[in-house]
Structures are given as C-alpha cells and as structure tokens.
C-alpha cells in the first residue's frame, strides 16, 4: 500500500485539518469531534448539516459553505460518525430556526443521526431531518433497509442548503428536500477494490478484466460481475436501470457523472457524452451537467450516473450561488 499519510489512525483528522487551512471560510473543531462548519454563521436562518463515514471526499465537508452547508460530520473511514459528534455538527449549524439533518440510508448513519437529533431536541433546538436512498441497483442490502445513499446526496445538500439560504422555514427547507429525493436516481459500478488506510489491503478483489455493476460506495455487492465493456455499452446499462425505475421521459434534468476517486477526468467525460446521446435520443432534455469526483470510494475506480428530475422550483435552487469549496456555482 502507498499513500500519502503519516499515521494511519489520524488520516480523518489531519484531512480535516488541512481542508480548513486550505478554506478560510469554514473551520475545523478539532480532533475527536470531526465536524467542518462555516466560520461566520448567519443568524436566524435554518441549518442543514449531513455527515457521514470519511473516504468519500470531497463529502462530505467539501459542500460545507454558502448555500449548501453550515455544518458537516466526519466518522472514521467507512464508519458513521457518533452521535456526540453530530449533536456537535447540530450546534454549530443552529442559529435559532432548527436544523435539517441530510442523512444517507445507511443503518448506523440514521440510527446515530436520530440518537443526536433526540438529544438536540431535549437541548432546545428542533430538528428535521430527510433520508436519501437514490441507488437503484438493489432495494436492500446488508448495510441498509431500502436503497442506500449515494452521489444524488449532493443536490440534496445544494437545494436544500439554497432554500435555507433564502430563509425557508425548517419545515419548507425539509419538503424541498425530500422532493429532491424522490426525483433522484442513481446507478454506479466499480472497477478495482479500495484500499482503508487502516487496513492497508484491498478488502475485494476484481480481475483485471471484470467490473461489477452496481457497487456500493463502501464495497456493497452490486448486482452482477460482468466483462469491462465499452463507454457506449456501460451508459446503457446504468441508463437502463435507471429509467425503468422512474419515468423521466419529456423532463428536463440535472445529470451527474460522479467518478469514484480512481477514474481519470478523460473517461468520466467519455462516458458522458454517451449519457448526452442516449438521453437525447429519449426526449429527455439536460439542464445542468456536473462531471467529476463529487462522492468518492477512496482510490476505487469507478463511476455512478444520477438524474434529477427538474421543475421551476428545483431548478432555482440548483442555480443558486454557492460559495461551498467543492461545488461552486
């Protein structure tokens, strides 16, 4: 194994660490807490804070900033974050209007989400909070009940941060949100394991000509091993699951093309321009593109597709400024 780290045990904090230093618009509490919040917070206004396990950078601390988040949570590699330190994450991100909790469909993830929301309550600060389950490659898994949470959590975080910005109410800020989620879709695939600095090994192995469509972002089982296949080919597979799963036809739509960690630029903007052709060729009309490494599996390579279904509403929270370091608009 060879990465760019000091001692295995402290990667999450020395990440923090470094990510503030290198954004002086947000700060880093420290060691043992892990939670990236914005430096100047704006009174009266709804918080909306997300979190999760690290190795999936730039979330989920990159989408910490104006328009998107006031708050994010880090637990250890792979591993949901505590609910201390997320009771933390729902204090920095209070500002007298409640907070909305973005949590991804992960068992550990909505049980110690919804232990640190009890807890914020009984503190005096009211919570919502919203589950995001936009995978369509299984409907259930061992690490979650229902779909898991994957890079569609991204435009939840930047519609949900946009309506809190323009002062929604908690409860308004949680329905645009959930609209989000039920007009998101998401496939990925993977083609090499990831390798936890903890562990120093490849915790699965793919042969060299293999990739397993429908991979999790933590390693979850897909739902077939399968012969690498063309660009062209892979778009209509993870385009095929997608939309027979829910109609987009005629709609207009935000697409992200999220690469893995592993994958270079040059192949996830080929595999787009297929996504353009067969979308086009469907009716279906893309509004905004996003192409890039937006919810990673450490150095896994590999990639997911996500769509959006988009209306006048939605459409005005995607365009909203951000001022979040990994996604600026």
Do not use: W
Request: charged fraction near 20%; aromatic fraction near 6%; glycine fraction near 12%.
């Amino acid at each position: 194994m060879k990465k760019i780290i000091n001692n295995p045990n402290n990667v999450v904090s020395e990440m923090l660490e470094g990510l503030a230093k290198a954004n002086p618009a947000v700060k880093y509490s420290g060691a043992g807490v892990e939670v990236i919040s914005r430096k100047e917070k704006k009174q009266n206004k709804v918080g909306v804070i997300s979190g999760g396990g690290s190795g999936h950078e730039p979330a989920h601390a990159g989408y910490v900033g104006y328009g998107m988040l006031d708050a994010a949570v880090a637990g250890n590699v792979f591993a949901s974050p505590s609910p201390d330190r997320i009771l933390e994450g729902i204090k920095e991100a209070d500002s007298g209007q409640g907070v909305l909790l973005v949590i991804k469909n992960y068992s550990g993830d909505i049980m110690n989400f919804q232990m640190a929301s009890e807890l914020a309550e009984m503190e005096g600060i009211k919570t919502a909070s919203v589950v995001v389950k936009d995978d369509v490659a299984v409907p259930d898994s061992t690490y979650s009940t229902g779909r898991r949470g994957i890079a569609g959590t991204v435009f939840v975080h930047k519609i949900a941060g946009a309506a809190a910005e323009q002062g929604k109410t908690l409860e308004e800020v949680q329905a645009v949100a959930q609209k989000t989620i039920d007009n998101i879709r998401s496939m990925g695939m993977a083609m090499t394991p990831c390798i936890l600095p903890a562990v120093g090994k490849a915790g699965f192995e793919l042969a060299e000509d293999e990739c397993e469509i429908g991979m999790g972002i933590h390693g979850e089982p897909g739902i077939t091993r399968q012969k690498m296949v063309s660009a062209k080919e892979l778009a209509e597979r993870l385009l095929s699951h997608i939309l027979e799963d829910y109609d987009y036809s005629g709609s207009e739509v935000a697409v992200m093309v999220n690469g893995l960690g592993g994958t270079p630029l040059m192949e996830l903007y080929i595999l787009f321009n297929e996504v353009e052709k067969i979308l086009s060729e469907k009716g279906i009309k893309i509004y905004r593109t996003f192409v890039g490494n937006y919810m990673t599996s450490l150095e896994m390579a590999g990639c997911s597709v996500t769509l959006l279904k988009l209306d006048d509403e939605l459409k005005g929270y995607l365009d909203y400024p951000s001022m979040a370091p990994a996604f600026r608009v």
